[in-house]
C-alpha cells in the first residue's frame, strides 16, 4: 500500500497557442474525475459510441455526471473529482501555470486513470488509452512523469471545430450541449486541425 500524490500542470505558453486563423488562445483543461480500481480502463470503450455522462466531460468539461455514473458500477473502486486550481478559492479550469492536484491511496494490483477535457474544443478530452499501473512486478509504488500515457481523444459527440476558435465550443457557445451533434465513435483526434504535444502543455 502506498499514498500517491498527483500534480496536473498547465505549462502551456503564457503567451497561448496559434490558432487557425493567426489569432492566439490559451491551453486550458477542464475539471475532470480519476478513478483508481483494478480495470484497464473505466470512462470509455475506443471506437464505441460515448456514453451520455462521457459526453458531459468532452463537451462541457462537466465530470458530475461520469463521477456520478461510475458510482453504480460494482466492485472495489475509488475515485474524485479535481476542478479547483492549486491556491484558487473555487472550481475553474486550468490555465498556463495552474495546476490540479490530489492524493488517493492504492494498493498493489491497481491501476490509476483520469480524464479531462481539452477546453477550447467541441469534444476532446485526454485519457490513457489503458490505466496505469500503480506497483510495477516487484511492488514498487509508481514514481515520476507519467504525462506520455496521456492521449488526446475525440468523443465523437460533436462536430470538430479549429481549436481556440469555433463558435461552438465552451468558451464561446450560449450554453452548454448546443453545438452540431456527430454521431461518431470514441478515437484517437485525427480531424486535420492543429494541437499541440502533449508534453509541451
Not at 450541449?177 to 486535420?192: H, I, S
Request: negative net charge; glycine residues 10%; hydrophobic residues 35%.
Amino acid at each position: 500500500t502506498a499514498t500517491f500524490s498527483v500534480k496536473i500542470e498547465n505549462i502551456g505558453s503564457q503567451d497561448g497557442l496559434a490558432a487557425a486563423d493567426g489569432t492566439k488562445y490559451p491551453f486550458a483543461l477542464s475539471p475532470g474525475l480519476f478513478v483508481v480500481n483494478h480495470k484497464k480502463q473505466y470512462f470509455f470503450d475506443e471506437n464505441e459510441r460515448a456514453s451520455q455522462a462521457l459526453e458531459l466531460q468532452a463537451e462541457d468539461g462537466n465530470p458530475e455526471s461520469l463521477s456520478k455514473k461510475l458510482l453504480t458500477k460494482v466492485g472495489s473502486v475509488y475515485m474524485g473529482v479535481f476542478n479547483t486550481p492549486s491556491g484558487a478559492d473555487k472550481p475553474g479550469p486550468l490555465l498556463p501555470g495552474a495546476s490540479y492536484e490530489f492524493t488517493f491511496t492504492g494498493t498493489e494490483g491497481m491501476k490509476l486513470n483520469l480524464i479531462a477535457m481539452y477546453g477550447q474544443s467541441n469534444d476532446l478530452f485526454y485519457s490513457a488509452r489503458e490505466a496505469v499501473d500503480l506497483f510495477d512486478k516487484d511492488g514498487n509504488a509508481l514514481t515520476g512523469d507519467i504525462t506520455d500515457k496521456l492521449l488526446l481523444w475525440d468523443a465523437g459527440t460533436e462536430a470538430n471545430q479549429a481549436p481556440g476558435i469555433g463558435d461552438e465550443q465552451a468558451p464561446r457557445q450560449k450554453m452548454a450541449n448546443t453545438g452540431k451533434a456527430e454521431n461518431g465513435v470514441v478515437t484517437l483526434v485525427k480531424d486535420g486541425f492543429s494541437y499541440p504535444n502533449t508534453k509541451d502543455v
